[in-house]
């Protein structure tokens, strides 16, 4: 089934810790992007990548870091989880930027 | 910059009651506009969309219209079900990516 998946589907991480957050989408699009969604503040975008091999900072990148080696994959690294990144992480994909976006079904971040 | 402001919630609404999500927008041109649904617990999914002005989009009973001249994107629906309760957000398309309001909570009651 096309679509976007994300992995783990929660983590709960101790502070100091290094994570990463997988995605993986199917559909072959060419851009994709990273937000964090905080109860009141909406969705507010990590890092983007508007095709393989490029990556680009968005409103609150501090902290955070992505890659993109190929088309399909695009994980999030946060190398020394805060407390302050506690939150829903989004994964997005659209077959060029500014385009319709879809969604992964999210991944809730905990960290204490 | 680009921007887009919802009204803040919750809405809450009956059953059949009628819908008005407002949405407007600040842009560079004529973006195109969108309006994202987001369940409990899951991600957010494409509700309708519009590409340029006087577009009206549709689906699911719901509706939103491209009004360049008030720089408005309000979502309406008919008759709403319970099943409707959700977060709804809107965007614009700016440069390299979207740009989110902070979403309205619609709540409906039987």
């Known amino acids: 089934i096309a679509g976007i998946t994300q992995a783990p589907t929660s983590q709960i991480l101790a502070a100091g810790r290094r994570m990463t957050l997988r995605c993986t989408q199917d559909m072959r699009h060419n851009a994709m992007y990273w937000y964090r969604q905080d109860l009141g503040l909406g969705l507010r975008l990590i890092h983007y990548s508007n095709t393989a091999g490029t990556t680009g900072k968005g409103e609150v990148p501090d902290g955070y870091s992505v890659s993109r080696a190929n088309t399909d994959d695009f994980p999030l690294t946060l190398a020394s989880a805060v407390p302050s990144q506690t939150s829903v992480y989004f994964c997005?994909?659209?077959?060029?930027?500014?385009?319709?976006?879809?969604f992964g079904p999210g991944t809730r971040l905990t960290v204490l | 910059g680009n921007s887009v402001t919802q009204m803040e919630g919750p809405v809450t609404l009956s059953e059949e009651a009628f819908l008005t999500i407002n949405c407007t927008y600040t842009?560079?041109?004529?973006?195109?506009l969108f309006w994202y649904v987001q369940y409990p617990g899951e991600g957010l999914q494409l509700l309708l969309k519009a590409t340029k002005a006087d577009d009206k989009g549709s689906n699911k009973g719901f509706e939103a219209t491209y009004r360049k001249e008030t720089t408005s994107f309000h979502l309406e629906k008919g008759s709403v079900q319970v099943s409707d309760s959700a977060v709804y957000f809107c965007?614009?398309?700016?440069?390299?990516?979207?740009?989110f309001g902070t979403g309205t909570r619609l709540l409906v009651s039987p």
């Open positions: 997005a994909s659209s077959w060029t930027s500014g385009n319709e976006q879809f």
């Open positions: 965007a614009l398309a700016g440069f390299q990516k979207l740009v």
């Open positions: 842009a560079t041109g004529y973006p195109s």
